[in-house]
């Protein structure tokens, strides 16, 4: 790309062929375009020779079973030549120049592992992008706020960069060098706080998550799940029960399990659990 830093973007995707080609069209046409488009298909496409003969200058990588986000990511970075990784949902549009405004925030900060745009709806809304590491603390907070606000950004909405402990991995700048300091991604979350995960390690391993509020991404979101909720909700309690077991004490983990009947009983599910955070492992 032009100007900017050489960037691999790794597109993963299932079951959303629509998007997938409306996302390669937007980056193909962009001035800060990727040095180098990946995707990965988690077993969901048809006729894949047209799609290399429609998009010849991507790196399809086809795998034949649905293995979710984190093991797409790690399987287009094995692909990557780039020192920098571009995670990007195909549901997600980054704004004119975002690109760059992460190159250059990234290129100047020696500690940033991650840095990601903030998130908004088709109608410039901002969404969740990020936060503190999960705690049961925390997550009851949270999910008090969603019940009597219905939703909230977690984080503080404005103008310039902030460091927060975990950003969304639905459009991320990654450095390469910190992405293989913790060996990638946990392939063992389908999808949901992978990212989470993923950033605590970083944390770890001495680098920062940042968020640049100069760059944006419009994310739509949800269209993988094609609205069955109750898979959804049953996989990101999948993803949660797998970040709780790593990384919080035994009694955390108990504890979220033995609330969620009294969310269900309660029916709060529609509160606690959004119909669309994000990630498209494409499922």
């Not at 996989?235 to 504890?255: A, I, T």
């Amino acid at each position: 790309m032009s100007g900017s830093l050489p960037v691999s973007a790794i597109i993963v995707h299932y079951g959303t062929p629509d998007r997938l080609r409306d996302c390669l069209e937007d980056l193909a046409s962009r001035p800060d375009a990727p040095s180098q488009v990946i995707v990965v298909d988690n077993g969901s496409l048809e006729a894949r020779g047209h799609w290399r003969e429609q998009f010849p200058g991507i790196d399809w990588v086809f795998l034949e079973a649905n293995r979710g986000f984190a093991a797409g990511v790690n399987a287009g970075a094995r692909r990557a030549f780039a020192e920098f990784l571009l995670f990007l949902n195909p549901d997600a549009r980054l704004d004119s120049g975002a690109l760059f405004r992460l190159s250059a925030f990234i290129a100047t900060r020696a500690d940033a592992g991650v840095v990601s745009p903030l998130l908004v709806s088709s109608t410039a809304t901002p969404q969740p992008t990020g936060g503190e590491f999960p705690t049961l603390a925390s997550l009851l907070a949270r999910k008090l706020v969603r019940i009597v606000r219905r939703s909230g950004p977690a984080h503080p909405v404005g103008s310039g960069t902030v460091v927060l402990d975990w950003v969304s991995a639905t459009a991320m700048l990654c450095r390469r060098a910190a992405f293989d300091a913790v060996s990638g991604m946990d392939d063992e979350f389908f999808m949901y706080y992978e990212d989470c995960d993923f950033c605590f390690r970083l944390r770890m391993a001495g680098w920062r998550s940042y968020l640049c509020a100069d760059a944006r991404a419009v994310h739509e979101g949800g269209a993988s799940f094609r609205g069955d909720q109750r898979r959804q909700v049953r996989v990101f309690r999948l993803g949660e029960d797998r970040y709780f077991r790593k990384h919080r004490p035994r009694w955390e983990s108990q504890g979220l399990k033995l609330l969620r009947p009294l969310y269900d009983r309660l029916d709060l599910r529609e509160n606690l659990y959004p119909r669309s955070k994000g990630r498209v492992p494409e499922r």
